[in-house]
């Protein structure tokens, strides 16, 4: 029979003293004190559970007294009696306490500021205007482990009750995201917010974005000179007819991006939203106008800074409210110069992989699109400069004092 240890004295534990190489002191029942070189006297308890030796620690004396240790360790045999580790209770409990005091908030900007460093810089900006705007002042103060599935239901629902539904679709999957987050960080045990499309809001029927027709650009040019609205604006608009550029990338786009002499813009794949450099060439008018455009804001870092802070780009409302102003409501957006683009170019014959790619869209076929990685940056180009010419041949047809170089 193996020999009884005979229980530990407070006197033995004050004298014991570190040796060369790390020993124990056993007071029974799988307790024991563990003496290293450097001094540190550790309380641990050896136990078996699901067949495995494990060990427990209880901290260091005298921190932890005798007493208190011997109490800790007749604790966790009640817990093997019962047929629970108490290894895994353990971690059970850090993990509560450190729930108890995480907030939503707390948890959702730290799912942020992981996340958007590999996000386009549209998809940054829309997931920190919804946090900010739609989850943080409703839920943000709410302890992580408390946020129940109903209430997330209902949140989402004011959402589409505004009729927003593709903000509300977005938040429903960034609430997958940020509690998916917080069960691989290990402070949440579940996440109430898989399926929530499944209680979803029917969806309206698709949309496209509306657009003129071809002949009436030189009124809706016209229009847009004539207005009172900023010089910057009038810049945009005529740069989103000429390039076919999404809104979002035109908004943000610093100087730094453009080559004015050899007439390229290049996106890199951050701010693009298929996530790869995109090359945009440049017309003589559009050259033009950048020109004019680097007299005015040439000094910032961005081509369209924000009138509050320059640092930051211009609203993406400016655009779609300034076509609103000069009577285009429901007749053009900015997104729409882009569908009118596509219209007639394939209208005129022009090859469909340069119009797509002048677009930056992927293939259909996704193989195709893997492999084919060509910019046709000559043939977009000269089917841009046309583009460009017969836009002007048009306003100069129609008798308009509309021309594109006059937009600053």
């Known amino acids: 029979m193996p020999r009884k240890a005979s229980p530990l004295t407070d006197s033995a534990l004050k004298v014991s003293k570190p040796r060369d190489k790390p020993y124990k002191l056993s007071d029974g029942q799988g307790l024991y004190l563990e003496v290293t070189p450097n001094g540190s006297r550790l309380w641990r308890l050896k136990y078996r559970f699901g067949a495995k030796e494990k ?50 908030e707390i948890l959702a900007r730290e799912w942020f500021t992981y996340n958007s460093p590999r996000w ?52 429903r999957q960034w609430l997958h995201q940020i509690f998916r ?53 009038k810049a945009a608009i005529h740069l989103l007819v000429l390039t076919a550029v999404r809104p979002g990338e035109m908004r943000s786009a610093p100087w730094s991006e453009f080559d004015l002499e050899s007439g390229t813009w ?28 680097r007299e005015l804001t040439g000094r ?5 800074p924000g009138q509050q802070n320059p640092d930051r780009p211009m609203s993406e409302n400016t655009i779609n409210k300034a076509l609103r102003i000069i009577g285009y409501e429901g007749r053009q957006t900015g997104h729409g110069f882009r569908h009118l683009l596509s219209t007639e170019l394939n209208g005129r014959g022009y090859n469909k992989d340069w119009i797509e790619r002048q677009l930056a869209h992927g293939d259909q076929d996704s193989i195709r699109d893997t492999y084919n990685h060509a910019h046709y940056l000559e043939q977009r180009r000269e089917m841009m400069q046309a583009w460009a010419d017969s836009i002007d041949a048009l306003c100069a047809g129609a008798n308009s004092n509309v021309q594109l170089i006059r937009a600053c």
Do not use: C, W
């Open 55 to 104: 060990r427990l620690s209880f901290g260091a004396y005298p921190t932890v007294s005798l007493q208190k240790a011997r109490q800790r360790r007749d604790e966790a045999r009640q817990l093997l009696s019962e047929g629970v580790g108490p290894g895994e209770q353990k971690k059970a409990v850090k993990v509560a306490q450190r729930a108890a005091g995480l907030t939503f």
């Open 120 to 171: 386009a810089e549209s998809t940054s900006y829309k997931a920190k205007l919804y946090l900010e705007n739609d989850l943080i002042p409703i839920i943000g103060e709410r302890p992580i482990a408390s946020v129940t599935r109903p209430e997330l239901v209902a949140l989402v629902r004011k959402v589409e009750d505004r009729g927003t539904l593709n903000a509300a679709s977005k938040i």
């Open 181 to 233: 987050f917080g069960l691989a960080k290990g402070v949440v045990e579940s996440n109430p917010a898989p399926d929530l499309d499944v209680v979803a809001a029917p969806a309206k029927p698709p949309r496209h974005h509306p657009h003129v027709e071809y002949v009436e650009l030189p009124q809706l040019l016209k229009a847009t000179d004539e207005s009172g609205i900023h010089a910057f604006t």
């Open 266 to 293: 290049t996106i890199p794949k951050e701010r693009m939203k298929a996530r790869r450099p995109h090359i945009v060439p440049l017309s003589t008018q559009a050259v033009d106008i950048l020109k004019k455009l």
């Open 300 to 304: 910032y870092r961005l081509l369209f």
